[in-house]
Structure formats: C-alpha cells, structure tokens
C-alpha cells in the first residue's frame, strides 16, 4: 500500500471525503479504504497524493483485444457481434480462486501497459467494426474514472459500451456508472454471506443491491455469472437458494451463467469443476422457474442453446462461443409462436465466432 504514486499516475478521483485525521477515506466502494499521504487502497491503483484521491491507471491498459460478445459472458446481447475489450490492474475484492489473478492482483504489470486515451479506445472500435467495447479483465468499478470517460466517446461515436465486473460499489457511484453503460454480466459469486467473506475479502448484500438497483432502475441489459467452485458454492441447496432469489426479486427473464472454476491462484489445489455439476445446476435454475440459463467454460450446447420460453424452440444454438444456428426476428421474437426472447437483437449476419484479435494501440509505458 506504500509504493510511491508517480507524479503522471495522478488523475483526480472521484468519492471520497477527507477525515477528520486527515485521512482520506475512499466512498467508491464498501471497503472504505482509510489512507494516510502516499498509500493506496485495497485495489493498489486507487490511493491519496498530495492530500487527494488519484486514481493510478488512467489512460492505461494492459492489452486490447477484440472478443466475441459471447466471452464476456453475454448471450442475449447482439449475439454475433464483436466486442474490443480491455482492463487495466488491480482490484477491490480478494478473491482466492481469481481466474484472472496476474492481472487483477498484478503490482508489477502495471509498468508494461498499453496507453490509449479513451478517444483512441472509441476510435479503435469504430475501425474495427466492434459494435460495443468492454471494460473487463479486471473490475472496472476501480478504474471508474477511465471507464465513464471511455463510455462518453463511445457513446458520441455510437458504440455502445458493457461492463464486466463484481458489482462491488456504493450506491451513489453505482448510479453514475451504470447509467453509462448499455450492458453489464455482474458475477454473484455465490449466495451466502461467509462464502464472500471468507473467499472474496468481501459482503454479498452490496452485490445484491447493485443486481436489483441496475435491473429495475437502468436501461443497461443485465446478465449474470455464478463461478461454481467444487465443495465450496456448488451444493445443491445454494443454487437453489440463488436461483430463486433471482426469479423473485429480478425476475425469470434474466439469464445466469453457471461456468466452471479452474484450478488458480490460492484455490490451485481445487479440482476443477465436473460439466456434471454445470449440467445440475442449470436443470435447478430452469426448476426454479428461469427462462435463460446456461453453463459456460465447457463445450456443451444444450447448456448453450437459448429456448424460447413459449414454445421451448431452439432459437440460438452455441457451443461454447461458436453460433451454429440462428432464429430470430431482428425484434428478438421467436419465429415460431412470436414470443418475445428478453434481451437487445438486431440484424443477425455471420458471427464473430470463436476468435481472439490483439489490437495494438499507441504502445508500451515506460516509468522510472
């Protein structure tokens, strides 16, 4: 938390107030980091220069790429469509079983990053034809600053923008956040308190709030994803407890994505998870009344296929990231019986698919 904070590394930041002992205490997120001149918060890129809040990442990133929108997860969001995706370094949360731990928990990757103003991001999705940009790989939510900003160029060039993320924030920054954002898959890691204590370093009502805040009261496009981890948040009364939750307080037309775990950072002895357990899970979740559940991480396409919930036809087939058969009106109704799939459809042509480009921008950081 005392590594020094370079003098081009101080954006101004937002939320936070100054304590009495002249402390700062961050109000970005339920952490309420409480920072004496020169530390940094639990997420090592927010900290306290010179008396203010900075946030230690503007402007940087540690890679692009162009994703299909499948990867994020999101399958009822212009399905096909490719996405540019990037993330900066660090994190609010501390999750042991991090499948991205050597960006979200990285203190030195920050020195080897990309620099891209969030004019060049905007402009980078409009040359490669990328209908949407998303902020992922680590938790958007701690480069919040960069992230609104990119959202507005986006914005005034007609992309659209998607927020990958833990969910892990005040109500206030909250609202001013998602109001940006025109899609977000939030991860509920799980449904009990003292699973996120003991194995997030956070709380779960926080994310519960945010789930209800931004389903019933942003126009921002919800999915979510449970990470289902062997002997830890799998049992069988968990997903139905979480499953539940969410067809009475956000409704059955919300999908969820159960996807497997891999053995990482302090978690590498786990096993990963059996498709077996995917395959339950989801049956579970459709008991429960949901519409759209699928499993993720796996090659399964019936754990892939959306169903309309009329007539149980077929209307999108995946197996994994791939789109093997489309049937939809550009409405997003079901050709079949006209029942409208929940979601935001538009003109289906040859999808993306399963590819992964590098997009090189302006080059390489260098600091003392």
């Not at 928990?105 to 060049?120: F, G, I, V, W």
């Not at 289902?228 to 407890?241: F, H």
């Not at 538009?346 to 999808?351: D, H, S, Y």
Request: charged share 20%; glycine share 8%.
């Amino acid at each position: 938390m005392n590594e020094p904070i370079l003098i081009r590394e101080r954006h101004p930041a937002t939320y936070w107030h100054r304590l009495d002992d002249e402390r700062l205490q961050c109000d970005l997120c339920p952490r309420n980091c409480k920072l004496h001149d020169g530390q940094r918060g639990a997420c090592f890129v927010r900290g306290m220069a010179d008396g203010q809040m900075v946030l230690t990442t503007y402007g940087l990133s540690s890679g692009f790429c162009i994703d299909p929108i499948e990867k994020k997860p999101l399958n009822h969001y212009y399905p096909g469509s490719s996405v540019l995706s990037f993330g900066t370094v660090g994190c609010n949360l501390a999750c042991k079983f991090c499948q991205n731990w050597d960006i979200s928990k990285s203190r030195d990757l920050h020195r080897l990053m990309a620099e891209a103003s969030p004019e060049d991001i905007a402009q980078a999705a409009l040359n490669h034809g990328s209908q949407s940009v998303a902020f992922t790989y680590n938790d958007p939510v701690v480069f919040f600053e960069y992230a609104l900003d990119t959202a507005a160029a986006c914005h005034a060039r007609g992309i659209q923008t998607v927020a990958v993320t833990a969910g892990y924030i005040h109500p206030a920054p909250c609202h001013e956040f998602f109001a940006k954002m025109d899609a977000a898959n939030i991860d509920l890691k799980g449904f009990r308190e003292d699973f996120y204590f003991k194995l997030t370093g956070g709380h779960l009502q926080p994310v519960l709030d945010t789930l209800v805040y931004v389903h019933h009261h942003t126009r921002c496009w919800l999915e979510i994803t449970n990470l289902l981890i062997p002997g830890q948040n799998d049992s069988d009364a968990e997903i139905k407890a979480l499953s539940a939750w969410v067809a009475h307080e956000l409704g059955p037309a919300v999908p969820v994505h159960f996807t497997a775990f891999h053995p990482e950072w302090k978690m590498a002895g786990v096993p990963p998870t059996p498709p077996a357990t995917l395959t339950k899970a989801r049956r579970l979740a459709l008991d429960a009344g949901l519409f759209y559940v699928y499993t993720g991480n796996v090659h399964d396409t019936d754990g892939g296929t959306t169903h309309c919930p009329g007539c149980r036809h077929p209307v999108i087939v995946r197996n994994w990231y791939d789109i093997s058969h489309y049937d939809l009106t550009p409405q997003g109704n079901c050709p079949r019986c006209g029942a409208p799939i929940a979601g935001r459809f538009g003109a289906f042509a040859t999808p993306f698919g399963p590819r992964r480009i590098p997009v090189p921008m302006t080059g390489s950081v260098v600091r003392p």
